[in-house]
């Protein structure tokens, strides 16, 4: 019995289950012959009779019911299982949308200790700054920076998205910069990749408005369209860059970059993680989730 074919068995449940071979031939994209002559097969290695051949109708036998009973019942929990399994090996892929600088900045320094703490999951970056459409783009889980989420996805915020200057710590030195005020004697570096404001060098102008600096003209400096390459200028000694929390936090901590003025600017906004309602509580969309509120616990938002 060990050496009946699955195939077989699995044509004689689904002729079973329309009590027809020309139904079973159109499920199965055989001939009407074919599911015959397996029946038939079928039935000489077993050793007894799975239908009653009747005109133009079939009938089971009382061994075929119980064989179809049965047969039914296992099929059902192989494709249940096989299902299970495709959900979870699916479960595991994550599609994650995030800003181009913060990508660069701050998530991928930190991505060797996301493989640690979960090595199965398989997260695939896309880094834009574009509206996410989570159903037209293929995204599971999206990283957006805003001041206020409207949308009917799910929403948890991130980090705080504080703007200031920053510079090496050599350029501060070689400068000697201690006041606001000094701004008119050095390079500004301008991101104008526009997330908040209207014009190219409105982030700067509403800084040094905050700061109550007059007669400092950004648009003089270089400007980027990305903020990373603001700061990257700014590490190379090449200015002071406005830096936004989380694209320099790293660079802070480790030496690179230092804050001249204690002055922040603070319009509200944060990052925030978004993915549609029904994913929340998928497996690895809620590790990822967990996992990236720990590593920003330090520079979270405080939510009244």
């Known amino acids: 019995m060990r050496s009946l074919p699955l195939s077989t068995l699995y044509t004689f449940s689904i002729a079973a289950k329309h009590l027809s071979f020309t139904k079973a031939a159109e499920e199965l994209s055989l001939t009407q012959g074919a599911i015959s002559q397996q029946i038939r097969q079928l039935e000489a290695r077993l050793g007894f009779e799975l239908f009653v051949r009747q005109h133009r109708r079939l009938e089971l036998t009382q061994k075929g019911m119980r064989l179809a009973v049965n047969l039914h019942k296992n099929f059902n929990d192989i494709d249940s299982i096989i299902t299970e399994l495709r959900v979870e090996e699916s479960d595991r892929i994550l599609t994650l949308s995030v800003l181009p600088s913060l990508a660069t900045k701050w998530l991928i320094p930190r991505l060797g200790r996301l493989h ?30 805003s001041y206020i989420y409207n949308g009917k996805n799910y929403s948890t915020p991130l980090l705080v998205d504080k703007v200031f200057p920053v ?59 990305r903020g990373d390459l603001a700061v990257q200028a700014a590490i190379a000694g090449q200015g002071i860059a406005l830096g936004r929390t989380p694209l320099v936090m790293d660079d802070l901590n480790e030496g690179r970059l230092v804050r001249p003025f204690k002055e922040e600017l603070d319009m509200g906004n944060c990052y925030l993680f978004v993915c549609p309602e029904e994913y929340r509580e998928r497996g690895y969309v809620h590790k990822l989730l967990q996992w990236l509120i720990n590593e920003s616990a330090e520079h979270a938002p405080e939510i009244d």
């Open 116 to 145: 640690e703490a979960y090595p199965e999951l398989q997260l695939r970056i896309q880094a834009s700054d574009k509206e996410v459409d989570f159903r037209r783009d293929k995204i599971d889980v999206a990283i957006i920076n």
């Open 167 to 225: 510079c090496s710590p050599a350029y501060a030195k070689e400068h000697n910069l201690l006041e606001p005020n000094q701004l008119s004697n050095v390079a500004l570096l301008n991101d104008d990749s526009g997330w908040m404001f209207s014009t190219p060098y409105a982030e700067w102008e509403a800084w040094l408005d905050l700061a109550q600096v007059r007669g400092v003209r950004p648009a003089k400096g270089v400007s980027f369209n």
